[in-house]
């Protein structure tokens, strides 16, 4: 009876959730396509201004619906990891492309060694555990604060690091971050999916997940991937 109460109530959080995070992209998409519509046109600066938004609204909209399709393909157990060793590069170049300029802004700096050697990993997997790092570290910041990722070798495994200079997390928040359906982004966005989706790939690889924040403010988020695949495989 009690597990009932706790999965209706799981339940009514994710509607509830999701219903204001799917209304709120799209009725920014629809107003700024009623006012492209009016008899009065724009100019081409703002015209282009409008649609930019309206763009970036929809990414927003369709990161949404990736991390909602990711958690169900993770709580029916539908993630078989196709691990082949790839360059840290390459991940960390798909994640910004998905991201887009838009969004990014230039924002983000790179740090990836030189000789890091190729890390046994999903690369699609990977990819989009730095796209959630990454918008979530952009949502934290102020809109010119910069985005740090990191990456370095730690004995047998590599840490990769994301790092905000943002206003950091709340203590209360620190243990539940990781957490399904659990928030803490500005303004309520956000469904709390991301970090927790970015845990279930990070440890299905054998790797570990964790965020703090940075001696200097901001928020770090950080995971590990073994050099080795299961199995001893290099």
Do not use: W
């Amino acid at each position: 009876m009690e597990s009932n109460i706790v999965a209706a109530e799981l339940q009514k959080a994710l509607l509830n959730s999701v219903s204001h995070n799917l209304r709120a992209p799209l009725a920014s998409i629809t107003g700024i396509l009623d006012s492209l519509l009016e008899d009065d046109p724009f100019d081409p600066k703002t015209q282009r201004e409008l649609l930019l938004s309206a763009r970036e609204e929809a990414e927003r909209l369709n990161r949404l619906v990736g991390n909602l399709l990711e958690m169900t393909r993770l709580e029916g157990g539908a993630i078989h990891l196709q691990i082949e060793p790839c360059d840290l590069r390459d991940a960390v170049e798909a994640a910004l492309l998905q991201i887009g300029d838009s969004r990014a802004g230039g924002r983000v700096s790179v740090y990836v060694p030189p000789d890091l050697p190729a890390i046994p990993m999903d690369l699609s997997l990977i990819s989009q555990t730095l796209v959630n790092l990454i918008d979530n570290a952009l949502s934290y910041s102020g809109e010119r604060s910069p985005v740090e990722l990191l990456a370095r070798l730690e004995d047998d495994h590599v840490r990769i690091s994301v790092v905000d200079h943002g206003r950091g997390i709340a203590s209360h928040d620190l243990p539940r971050v990781f957490e399904k359906f659990y928030s803490c982004a500005p303004h309520g966005s956000g469904v709390g999916l991301g970090l927790s989706i970015c845990k279930g790939f990070v440890e299905a690889h054998g790797g570990s997940i964790r965020a703090e924040n940075g001696e200097h403010g901001g928020a770090v988020v950080s995971f590990t991937l073994p050099m080795r695949a299961a199995g001893g495989a290099a």
